[in-house]
């Protein structure tokens, strides 16, 4: 891990102050115990839903979607994959640098050969693709349109490289929070989009 202090070139230092790691740290645990108490029946379809029609109303065909192979306990989006590459959207997925690089998207199509990367992973093989639209996955999030996520920083970096491309974040309304800590690489997303409703910030 990177000393607290040690500065980057833009003379942000390189991880957050010690008392805001810990806040965002503590938050994950309890937001991981509710997600895995709390499972709404039908929730995780309504929302694959949602963002399936966002991206009808978002984009055009042919266009570049990044969505997330699942993780245990997160909301399984490969039904948004499937509909996606059938309406002819290209669907995009991350590969999992080692820490502190931004993530890569690899095109993905139901014949693909998955490949296992980092934290438990799944990734396509295949040339990195730039995306069009990312859907952002939310381990919490506020109306601010803040988030937090595992911890990697991965969305983060990679929004940071991404300057003008639409980052839709995505969850479950349960996974709310009055406010996220932040620091200074939190970007907030401009929509987010639960099982209920677009949060437009
Ligand atoms: N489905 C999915 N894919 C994704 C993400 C995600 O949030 N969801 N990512 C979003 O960035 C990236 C992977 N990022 C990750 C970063 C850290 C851990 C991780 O640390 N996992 C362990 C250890 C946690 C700990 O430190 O205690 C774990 O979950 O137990 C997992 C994924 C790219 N792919
Ligand atoms: N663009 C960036 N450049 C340098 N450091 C960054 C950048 N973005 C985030 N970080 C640092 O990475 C660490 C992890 O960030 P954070 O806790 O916000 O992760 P997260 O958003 O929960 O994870 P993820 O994006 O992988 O889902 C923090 O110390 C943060 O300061």
Redesign the pocket.
Known sequence: MAAPHTSSPSGLPESDPPALAAAKADLRRRLRALRAAAPLPGAGATLVRRMADHVRAALPPGGCVAA????PG?VDLRGLCAVLHEDGYGVLL?R?PPRGQP?SFHRWCPEATMCAG????LHPDGASVRPDLVFV?LLGFDRRGFRL????G??DRTLAELPGVPAIGFGLSAQEVPAVPVGPYDVPLPFIVTEREVIRV
């Open positions: 997330v192979w699942p993780l997160e991350p999992t993530l980092r934290f438990g992973t996955p996520g595992y911890g990697g991965y969305y």
